[in-house]
């Protein structure tokens, strides 16, 4: 079971959360020491509860081990010190600039489909193209609710599953990637969300995959409006983040495979004339 990867229930002390992220990432003692310009004796004190880190080396022991900004305030208020990393809504006022430069990025996108998703995959804004792609695809009115999440949406079987021609593979390409994630942050949130999706009944569908033109990447090939079109997906994250909530942003992009689906987005879009919401509308 993927909750196997997560901590037991319970607030841990520091010692036992820096074991923890420095079990999960393979290093040893000694080299975190020499990373963290720190020693293998002062780091297992710290492990044991015979020492207490200082502030300055529990930030670099954090970064070192690449634990993620959210899980780096949990270190801190573990050992006795204030969170430094805020979390702010996307709807506060401070993050009106950050939204009005999704929303520009998400529209200039157009027609190409584009949304951007927080950790446990919540859509807080997509373009026109992503909501047409969705629309003609069929899906249930209940996966369409705020907030869309992208894992129920593409493998629901009332979702996009059924419209995916090559399901088997997409399937496996979005379990693993979020197996990754989990090894990597350690969310229990999203170890919950994976044991619900991963158990969805897989809909009957091609025993191979399509042909496509994409040697070079994974592509989703779909169904919409009796079209089928082929697609290539990219993630851009925010380069070091100070802020919980940006620090969980991800913008998915989907390029087009071949001609054929490039032209095919162009007529969707024309075909949609509401907005789809923006960052911070939730």
Do not use: C, K
Not at 155 to 164: E, V
Not at 247 to 276: H, K, M, N, Q
Request: proline share 9%; charged share 20%; net charge negative.
């Amino acid at each position: 079971m993927i909750t196997q990867l997560l901590r037991s229930p319970g607030t841990p002390e520091v010692g036992a959360l820096l074991r923890r992220w420095r079990d999960r990432r393979g290093v040893s003692q000694l080299e975190l020491a020499s990373r963290a310009d720190s020693s293998a004796r002062h780091i297992s004190f710290i492990e044991t509860g015979r020492a207490r880190p200082s502030h300055t080396l529990l930030m670099r022991l954090a970064e070192q081990l690449d634990v993620p900004v959210r899980e780096r305030n949990t270190l801190l208020v573990a050992a006795g010190f204030a969170p430094v990393f805020p979390e702010t809504p996307l709807n506060d006022p401070a993050m009106e600039t950050l939204n009005g430069e999704l929303e520009r990025l998400l529209a200039a996108h157009d027609p190409n489909p584009a949304l951007v998703h927080d950790s446990l995959y919540n859509v807080v804004g997509a373009n026109r193209s992503l909501l047409a792609l969705v629309t003609g695809a069929g899906v249930a009115d209940h996966l369409m609710q705020q907030p869309l999440n992208t894992m129920r949406l593409t493998l629901h079987p009332q979702g996009l599953a059924p419209a995916i021609r090559n399901f088997a593979q997409w399937r496996a390409h979005l379990l693993e990637q979020m197996e990754r994630q989990i090894a990597v942050s350690g969310s229990e949130a999203l170890a919950g969300l994976y044991e619900e999706v991963s158990a969805y009944p897989v809909p009957d569908g091609p025993s191979e995959p399509p042909a496509t033109g994409a040697a070079y990447a994974l592509p989703l090939v779909i169904e919409s409006e009796g079209r089928t079109l082929s697609f290539i997906s990219m993630l851009t994250t925010f380069n070091t983040p100070l802020d919980v909530t940006v620090s969980e942003l991800a913008i998915e992009t989907f390029l087009p495979v071949d001609p054929e689906t490039a032209a095919a987005l162009r007529d969707l879009v024309g075909e949609v004339r509401p907005p789809a919401p923006g960052p911070g509308s939730r």
